[in-house]
Structure formats: structure tokens, C-alpha cells
């Protein structure tokens, strides 16, 4: 998984609550990608950053913010979660050297909001 | 927009027999395309992607794939199938606006499903 950890692998909560999950890496990465997976629509990207402290917004990125505050980590916070955030969340990381590089996923994190 | 279109939910094919995935694309410039595959409670693995050059591109697994200017497809192929590769598979493009870093945009994925 190109050295990628994701925190929480499953987390159960509730309408209205924040969540926050981390997506971790080794290995000094400038490009790190939040993205959801859910039936019918593949992945979509919410979020994404290019360095520490710079991030940008992806298609999906309403009720979602990031912070990336050091290289290793980057954080995905659900403000005030809603059911419709019910999904399978991954992190990415895309090797530099050409923006055509191909990305790398972390293992995922399973999110459930009754 | 940059976006790709697999036409089949599901593809089902018998073990040893050659197997296709199907994927299109619609992009302004040229296309830089990816395949990749996911399996059960996994994130997804890279395969192979087309960046410029020979139309047919080898990856891993023994998979390979096919560019396709004039029908602007990108089909995923392999010539014996493995039950082993029973799996949810993502063609995805490489789309770049300018000021932004580029990402990549998935389609929507086709489970493959091969039996004995």
C-alpha cells in the first residue's frame, strides 16, 4: 500500500457529529487525495493537497474540510456528519517527478452515519 | 470536462478464456489513462496506464491494454482469465485545469466475475 496507513479502518457514528479521519504516509510524498467510493459512482475526489498547507478542493468537497499541517499527514473532517456520508473513504498519494504519475491507496476506512 | 465511461456493470467470463474490460474516454489534449483494479475490502492497485506511444500497454498481473485513438476506448484486456482475478475494475483519466494539480477521474467500475 505504498506506505499509506488510514485511522480508523471502521468507524460507527452519529448524525451531527465531527469525525475526523487521518491518512498517513512514510515516505515524504508531495500529493496526498481524499477520496469516497460508493455504488454507482466509482471515486470521487473531495479533497486534495499538493504540500503542507496547501490543499484544494475536489467535486465532492460540500460538508468536507482537510488540513495537512506536516509531509506525513492528512486529515479529513466530516464538520457535522450526515448519512448521506455514509461511504468507503481512501487516501491517495501520487508519486512526483510528472503529473502523470500514477497514485497509490491506502487500505481505507469504513464510514457508517445513522 | 475529462471523464471516462465503463458501459458494463459486470462482465462474467469462464476461466481460460480471454477476458475484456470495456472503457471510454472523452478528453481535450492527449489522454493519459490508467487501469486499476480493486479487490474485496482492498484499496485499488495500479495495473498499467497509457501515456504516450505503443497502443497496447502491459501491466501487471498479466493484463494489458489496448489505446484506441479513433474509437477513443481503452479496453482492458488478458488472454486466459484467472478465477484469481475476480474483481471490481477502474478505468480512470488524468485531468488537469490550469492553476491545479492534476488528479485523476474514475469511471464508474465494472466487476469482473470468473468462474470455473
Known amino acids: 500500500d505504498a506506505g499509506i496507513t488510514q485511522s480508523p479502518r471502521h468507524k460507527v457514528t452519529e448524525t451531527g457529529t465531527p469525525v475526523t479521519l487521518r491518512c498517513h504516509q512514510t515516505?515524504?510524498?508531495?500529493?496526498m487525495y481524499w477520496y469516497r467510493q460508493d455504488p454507482g459512482h466509482g471515486l470521487r475526489l473531495i479533497h486534495y493537497?499538493?504540500?503542507?498547507?496547501?490543499?484544494d478542493k475536489g467535486e465532492v468537497s460540500d460538508g468536507y474540510s482537510v488540513s495537512r499541517s506536516k509531509t506525513e499527514d492528512f486529515l479529513l473532517t466530516l464538520e457535522s456528519a450526515t448519512s448521506s456520508q455514509t461511504s468507503v473513504y481512501f487516501c491517495?498519494?501520487?508519486?512526483?517527478?510528472?503529473?502523470?504519475?500514477?497514485?497509490?491507496f491506502g487500505p481505507g476506512t469504513r464510514l457508517t452515519v445513522l | 470536462a475529462q471523464s471516462v465511461a465503463q458501459p458494463e456493470d459486470q462482465v462474467n467470463v469462464a476461466e481460460g478464456n480471454p477476458l475484456t474490460v470495456k472503457c471510454t474516454y472523452s478528453?481535450?489534449?492527449?489522454?493519459?489513462l490508467f487501469w486499476y483494479v480493486q479487490y474485496p475490502n482492498r484499496g485499488l492497485q495500479f495495473l498499467l496506464k497509457?501515456?504516450?506511444?505503443?497502443?497496447l500497454v502491459k501491466g501487471s498481473y498479466g493484463f494489458e491494454a489496448e489505446f484506441n485513438k479513433s474509437q477513443t476506448s481503452f479496453h482492458l484486456k488478458k488472454p486466459s482469465a484467472l478465477v484469481s482475478d475476480s474483481a471490481l475494475y477502474f478505468c480512470?483519466?488524468?485531468?488537469?485545469?490550469?492553476?491545479?494539480?492534476?488528479?485523476?477521474?474514475f469511471g464508474t467500475g465494472t466487476r469482473l466475475q470468473v468462474t470455473l
Open positions: 491517495a498519494i501520487r508519486l512526483a517527478g510528472g503529473s502523470y504519475n500514477e497514485q497509490f
Open positions: 515516505e515524504n510524498h508531495r500529493y
Open positions: 493537497s499538493y504540500g503542507v498547507k496547501d490543499t
Open positions: 478528453v481535450s489534449g492527449n489522454p493519459y
Open positions: 497509457y501515456i504516450t506511444g505503443d497502443n
Open positions: 480512470a483519466v488524468r485531468t488537469l485545469s490550469p492553476g491545479t494539480a492534476s488528479k485523476l477521474t
